[in-house]
């Protein structure tokens, strides 16, 4: 069965400070990757997806970065933090073309001060 | 612009009822919509998926609506528990090619 694992699970970092959030899938080949951030109180915002190694989409402008080094590894990064950059960041997987459904890791909460 | 409209007040429900969460859509005809599940603290979970040329799909107590002609797709959970508080997110492509896009979410607070 597939697995999807993020990491750490929480963090607290200082504004300026860089960034790199690990995200890895088993189980499954070439699966379409996602990076998404939700606010507290907020909805669900698209930030990068992957179809392929090294092919990355960006939904919308910002300091972070992904990376996608592996078919099944994704990662995301920003060389500053911002404040604004708090949330809670997930991972998620789908399997190729036509398949629709997402599934999401655990999570990582990040905290910037 | 296109926009996906979920209820941001929480629902409280008595355990047993029937609980009823609705997900409106503008302009764009999606070709399926989908509904999460999320635990505080947690990511989404899948539940079900209705594509266009479905009216209703059930599974278990869920049950979910796809109301074409109204843009609206209801999420229906019968026989309510106290498990079943969580926030439920609608989530459809809002173009032909797009990625999923997710609305902000409903609350629903079970009560014994």
């Known amino acids: 069965s597939q697995t999807i694992h993020q990491w750490p699970a929480t963090l607290v970092q200082p504004v300026g400070s860089p960034l790199s959030l690990e995200c890895t899938v088993e189980?499954?080949?070439?699966?379409?990757l996602y990076w998404y951030r939700q606010a507290a109180g907020r909805g669900l915002q698209l930030l990068f997806y992957?179809?392929?190694?090294?092919?990355i989409s960006s939904e919308v402008p910002q300091n972070l970065s992904a990376s996608r080094p592996q078919d099944r590894q994704f990662i995301l990064s920003s060389k500053k933090l911002l404040l604004s950059d708090s949330g809670f960041y997930l991972c998620?997987?789908?399997?190729?073309?036509?398949?629709?459904?997402?599934?999401f890791g655990p999570g990582t909460r990040l905290t910037v001060l | 612009s296109q926009k996906i409209e979920q209820n941001s007040e929480a629902l409280n429900i008595q355990e047993g009822k029937t609980a009823t969460l609705t997900c409106n859509y503008t302009n764009y005809s999606p070709a399926y919509l989908q509904w999460y599940r999320q635990d505080p603290g947690r990511g989404p979970v899948f539940l079900l998926l209705i594509r266009e040329n479905e009216k209703e799909k059930r599974k278990e107590r869920l049950k979910v609506t796809f109301d074409t002609t109204l843009k609206q797709s209801l999420f229906h959970i019968t026989a309510s528990q106290p498990a079943d508080s969580a926030t439920y997110l609608c989530?459809?492509?809002?173009?032909?090619?797009?990625?999923?896009?997710f609305g902000k979410g409903t609350m629903l607070l079970v009560s014994p």
């Open positions: 989530a459809l492509p809002l173009s032909g090619y797009s990625t999923l896009t």
């Open positions: 189980g499954t080949s070439n699966p379409n």
């Open positions: 992957s179809v392929g190694i090294g092919q």
């Open positions: 998620a997987w789908e399997l190729g073309q036509g398949s629709d459904t997402q599934y």
